[in-house]
Nanobody, 115 residues
Framework: QVQLVESGGGLVQPGGSLRLACAAS????????MGWYRQAPGKQRELVAT???????NYADSVKGRFTISRNKPKIAVDLQMNSLKPEDTAVYYCRLISQRGAYWGRGTQVTVSS
């Protein structure tokens, strides 16, 4: 059974930075894609950024130039460095892993951007 554990959320002022981490455990086959999604109150869950096991990345337009996703090698883990945070980035951030064997979600971590 694959499990994803997120960490690093919290409260930050506008313009500040946070770093989220997600670590996977269990049997995971390559190739795979890991990524971050977020869901704000009253809104649908949306893609933030993804990275493949071959290090190809994809970002939502709203975070390009501010967020950076990276793999935390040699573990099956990803980090999300979030800079220049805005109040509209406030959401629960979820880690996701997709492989040939299935798709998995973490439980989420709250990010609040407020003064």
């Amino acid at each position: 059974q694959v499990q994803l554990v997120e960490s690093g959320g919290g409260l930050v002022q506008p313009g500040g930075s946070l770093r989220l981490a997600c670590a996977a455990s269990g049997t995971i086959y390559t190739p795979y894609t890991m990524g971050w999604y977020r869901q704000a109150p009253g809104k649908q869950r949306e893609l933030v950024a993804t990275i493949t096991s071959g290090d190809s990345t994809n970002y939502a337009d709203s975070v390009k130039g501010r967020f950076t996703i990276s793999r935390n090698k040699p573990k099956i883990a990803v980090d999300l460095q979030m800079n220049s945070l805005k109040p509209e980035d406030t959401a629960v951030y979820y880690c996701r892993l997709i492989s040939q064997r299935g798709a998995y979600w973490g439980r989420g971590t709250q990010v609040t951007v407020s003064s």
